[in-house]
């Protein structure tokens, strides 16, 4: 075996162990210049396929595809315990290569093109099929790996004078765990990477849902060649109720799944305000000077996650640590855990603030049905401070219906809530890892 096969080996393996974590990364760089390219057509940028947007989109795109199909057989052909998920991201990735060359001959044959159309929508899809599928491999090794972490603390507790010993067995049993299972050793030795996967994949599908949002009402698709902006009364309703639906529901579903993270609502949250901030306002000239102001976006994030801190606290001196049987997780509620009135706070919250999340692209849709006139880039702040005087009480009205909506929704329907047993045994493995490392 020669030494550059054997390195090529060594290079697919830790590319295998970590591949989950790349391809997400992967994905939130593609999707930033999706974002960044809608800017450019606000801006009536010089547009071709090679445009800086989408060169960021296809760099994104080729990290996400090179990743996984470089251990191809190990993620389809082999006994891989994530094969369904990984055929969901094969899915997702052979979309998104088909949008490439989709969108090369879409922009041959009509020039410039708008956001809704074939060749976006195919790759918006494509996304999103990749980060559910990833998503989905993220919590299954969150809960092998606390199922591994819960057994280890049983075999630990039968005999505590043989503990060196048994900490021998569970290193050798974890090694034999960590066959065919990419980002399990990562996390054995890591488990803050884990974590930073976790939030950065949650972050990804909020910002894919955003994007069919955008989709189905921003008035940017109309070229010399068709027209398939939406109506403008049916985008407002889409815009004005669905952002504060999407954000209730997104965030309270992160608090009832995974409530011992914390930091992830705030994280998340700010990761979106953040490629938000990067992709339609410093890269606009004309909004750069209202950075700050959209930075105080962060603001219900930050509020949320202190009032939910409390909460937790409350929470977990309540619960009984000594793991349960599978079957008495039947028993219990979530209400038992949470006070689920807290979560009508929140959504609340997230409503009154979706109208400045939203911002400035929500001007653009609001404009078209309230005013009917053209926006010209040095007018998109005036207008939008217009709209706060002329349409508050109606705005914020269907924000709050909209943030409801979205609460009620997650509270009864369509949920995968982890039970009482999993959600104390993440809080205690991500707690004593946390400590370890310090």
């Not at 960590?178 to 030795?189: E, G």
Request: proline letters at 4%; aromatic letters at 14%; charged letters at 15%.
């Amino acid at each position: 075996m020669t030494k550059s096969t054997t390195s090529l080996r060594v290079f697919k393996k830790i590319l295998f162990e970590y591949q989950n974590l790349i391809i997400i990364i992967g994905l939130i760089i593609s999707f930033s210049g999706g974002s960044w390219d809608i800017t450019f057509h606000i801006l009536s940028q010089p547009e071709s396929f090679f445009s800086y947007p989408h060169t960021l989109v296809y760099t994104g795109i080729f990290i996400v595809i090179s990743t996984f199909l470089i251990n191809i057989r190990k993620n389809i052909l082999d006994n891989n315990p994530y094969k369904k998920a990984n055929y969901l991201i094969l899915l997702g990735a052979i979309l998104i290569l088909a949008a490439g060359p989709f969108d090369f001959s879409w922009h041959l044959e009509f020039g410039l093109d708008g956001l809704l159309s074939p060749p976006h929508i195919t790759l918006l899809t494509g996304w999103m099929l990749v980060g559910i599928g990833n998503l989905q491999i993220t919590d299954k090794l969150i809960d092998s790996i606390l199922l591994n972490s819960k057994r280890s603390r049983k075999r630990h507790q039968t005999d505590i004078v043989e503990i060196n010993n048994q900490d021998r067995d569970k290193n050798e049993h974890d090694n034999l765990n960590t066959v065919n299972q990419p980002n399990y050793l990562m996390v054995r030795k890591q488990p803050v990477l884990l974590k930073i996967q976790l939030i950065l994949n949650v972050s990804f599908i909020l910002l894919v849902l955003s994007g069919f949002i955008y989709f189905f009402s921003l008035p940017f698709s109309e070229t010399q060649f068709y027209n398939y902006n939406p109506d403008a009364l049916v985008a407002l309703l889409i815009n004005c109720f669905g952002f504060p639906l999407l954000l209730s529901s997104f965030f309270i579903s992160i608090l009832k799944n995974y409530p011992d993270f914390t930091e992830m609502i705030l994280i998340v949250g700010s990761i979106y305000v953040i490629i938000m901030l990067f992709t339609q306002i410093i890269s606009n000239p004309f909004l750069f000077e209202y950075s700050w102001f959209y930075l105080l976006n962060v603001a219900p994030f930050v509020t949320i996650y202190f009032l939910n801190k409390k909460q937790l606290r409350k929470t977990f001196t309540k619960i009984n640590i000594t793991p349960v049987s599978r079957s008495e997780n039947l028993k219990y509620k979530d209400k038992e855990n949470t006070n689920p009135k807290i979560y009508i706070i929140y959504a609340l919250i997230l409503a009154t603030f979706s109208f400045t999340i939203c911002f400035p692209l929500n001007t653009y849709v609001l404009n078209e049905e309230l005013y009917g006139y053209l926006i010209y880039q040095n007018l998109v702040a005036k207008v939008y401070t217009q709209l706060v005087g002329d349409y508050f009480i109606i705005i914020m009205g269907m924000s709050i219906v909209g943030g409801l909506l979205g609460y009620g929704i997650t509270m009864s329907c369509g949920i995968i809530e982890r039970s009482k047993d999993l959600v104390v045994r993440m809080h205690r493995y991500f707690t004593e890892n946390s400590h370890g490392s310090r």
